[in-house]
């Protein structure tokens, strides 16, 4: 597949990698193409990855992979233009640092990102996804301790072939693909993120946990 991920952050760089080594072409659709924070990646990848301007890698992609801070998710949605019809790949978080140091969720429960980005890109089909992990799970989602266990990736949303694309990319990258339902489940696969990041902070910063699930 042609992916344009939108932000070649933490995030953003290692999922490109990933799915560069899995066969996937990288569109990385950044505010300043040539420079800054997609180099690494560029240079780590080679032929299977190139840069753009953001309304450029939307248009060059029919899947696009949000991976921006969330305050800035309303900009890279407006810069990326008319979006009708792609799969729209929201691995955001809308979180807010609190007085004390703690992070919370900006949105309360009766919304979520997700939602709220469907509202700022009409007729997208947006899937929540890649959100609940820190960037070294995507990275390398290896588990040689798991058994036949795999870390599951939990993914929403309301359109049946843009949850195909999000399931065959979570395979992809060794993950259990696991269907949570509509978009309105991103109420609960974003504080599913926050409670991996507390758990992370809690554990001195070993990210190197998933979920898992175990059925009978
Ligand atoms: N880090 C993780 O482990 C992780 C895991 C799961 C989900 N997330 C979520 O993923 C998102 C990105 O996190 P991150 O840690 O990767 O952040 P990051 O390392 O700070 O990278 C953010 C990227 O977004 C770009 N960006 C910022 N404003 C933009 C705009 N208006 N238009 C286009 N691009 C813009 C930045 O580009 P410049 O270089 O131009 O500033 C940068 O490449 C967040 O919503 C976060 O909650 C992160």
Redesign the pocket.
């Known amino acids: 597949m042609k992916i344009a991920i939108?932000?070649?952050?933490?995030?953003?760089?290692?999922l490109g990698k990933a799915w560069a080594k899995a066969g996937h072409y990288i569109i990385f659709?950044?505010?300043?193409p040539g420079q800054?924070?997609?180099q690494p990646p560029l240079a780590e990848i080679g032929v299977g990855a190139t840069s753009m301007a953001?309304p450029d890698a939307a248009r060059a992609s029919d899947i696009i992979v949000l991976?921006?801070?969330?305050p800035?998710?309303a900009?890279?949605i407006k810069?990326m233009g008319d979006l009708r019809g792609k799969v729209l790949i929201d691995?955001?978080?809308p979180?807010s640092l609190n007085g004390d140091g703690s992070l919370s969720l900006s949105l309360g429960s009766t919304t979520s990102g997700a939602e709220e980005i469907e509202k700022m890109a009409p007729g997208a089909q947006v899937v929540k996804a890649?959100?609940?992990?820190?960037?070294?799970n995507f990275a390398n989602s290896d588990y040689p301790n798991a058994a036949s266990l795999k870390p599951v990736m939990f993914y929403c949303g309301d359109h049946d072939a843009a949850k195909a694309t999000v399931q065959q990319l979570a395979s992809d990258l060794n993950f259990e693909p696991v269907d949570t339902g509509g978009l309105g489940m991103s109420r609960s696969l974003e504080p599913l993120?926050l409670l991996w990041i507390r758990l992370n902070v809690r554990e001195g910063r070993n990210a190197n946990f998933t979920w898992a699930r175990l059925t009978r």
């Open positions: 939108i932000g070649a952050g933490k995030l953003g760089s290692a659709g950044v505010r300043s800054g924070k997609t953001v991976a921006t801070p969330w800035a998710v900009d890279a810069a691995c955001t978080n979180l890649f959100n609940t992990y820190g960037w070294e993120a």
